[in-house]
């Protein structure tokens, strides 16, 4: 818990800590409808796009990548925040942070595995066209709880720590809603023992930009 309340205080104090009165990054001509709410105008009277805070909820349909068949999508929720600073009108650098629901069902064993995680992705965001949001970057997964459909409480030291995943997905944005689509996968196993599982979750998401 003091690790998150951490994170959070970090990733605000980002956004606050970033220029307000100065030029970066500068705004030229008209400004998209995607970011005009987060215009603002420097003492000589220069546009630019302020840094802007944004909640997130999504649904996860998630599985474990590995070798063996038998396994099944499990469905569950992801939520929380991020700060999206913009580097010119055409991208933006966008941490997150998010509690997120993983895991599995298992065919052969009539069992589910519930996984919790506390991720923070740290994305590069592009605008190719207007309200379209492309974006991509790594994720750092901390496991926070294991649960299982047949037993209830498992053993959680058999479950790795901390994980590295990437996340690519893309956004439709208009002024300060969006509706998002993202994949996201672990690069290293589920597991401390070891063995080929892997976290990928397929991931739809809706939220408001403050």
């Known amino acids: 818990m003091k690790r998150m309340i951490f994170l ?23 400004c998209p409808d995607t970011y005009s ?8 009277g220069q546009k630019w796009i302020r840094p802007r805070l944004g909640l997130l ?3 996860n349909s ?18 929380g925040l991020f700060i999206c600073c913009h580097i010119n009108q055409n991208a933006a650098f966008r941490p997150e942070i998010l509690y997120s629901q993983k ?7 009539q069992t589910e595995y519930r996984l919790q995680y506390l991720e923070i992705p740290l994305l590069a965001a592009f ?5 379209v949001q492309i974006h991509l970057g790594p994720s750092i997964n901390l496991f926070k709880k294991a649960t299982s459909e047949t037993s209830g409480g498992i053993d959680s030291s058999q479950f790795r720590r901390q994980t590295l995943g990437i996340v690519f997905g893309a956004a439709l944005e208009y002024r300060f809603l969006f509706l998002g689509w993202r994949y996201t996968a672990d690069l290293l196993p589920v597991f401390e023992t070891g063995g080929s599982a892997r976290n990928q979750v397929l991931q739809l998401n809706t939220g408001i930009i403050l």
């Open 8 to 30: 959070l205080e970090f990733l605000i104090l980002t956004g606050m800590a970033l220029p307000k009165n100065g030029p970066p990054p500068a705004v030229s001509g008209s």
């Open 103 to 109: 895991g599995s069902k298992f065919e052969n064993f």
């Open 37 to 44: 709410a987060g215009v603002a105008v420097s003492s000589d």
């Open 62 to 79: 998630a599985r474990f990548i590995q070798t063996e068949s038998g396994t099944k999508n499990r469905n569950g929720h992801t939520a």
């Open 57 to 59: 909820y999504g649904f």
């Open 127 to 131: 605008y190719p066209v207007r309200h």
